[in-house]
């Protein structure tokens, strides 16, 4: 799997915050596993989840509108 911004993000913040990945995935309420495939990157991911460990660190998806040079 290849790593994304958003795997990077999740994987620096809880570093930062010195915590391991059983932990965060305990705060956040999510499993184990969900915790590795995000930080690894999966493509196909449970967005609600994805929130439910981004909400620890003050952060949250939201829609990014693309400009594209043609529009």
Do not use: C, H, W
């Not at 290849?2 to 913040?13: A, E, G, I, T, Y």
């Not at 965060?24 to 439910?52: I, P, S, Y």
């Amino acid at each position: 799997m290849q790593k994304n911004k958003l795997s990077q993000f999740v994987k620096s913040k809880r570093k930062l915050a010195k915590i391991t990945q059983p932990e965060l995935a305990l705060k956040a309420n999510v499993g184990l596993r969900f915790v590795r495939d995000l930080e690894q990157g999966k493509k196909t991911l449970r967005m609600d989840k994805v929130n439910d460990v981004l909400l620890l660190f003050g952060a949250s998806l939201t829609p990014v509108q693309n400009l594209f040079e043609n529009e």
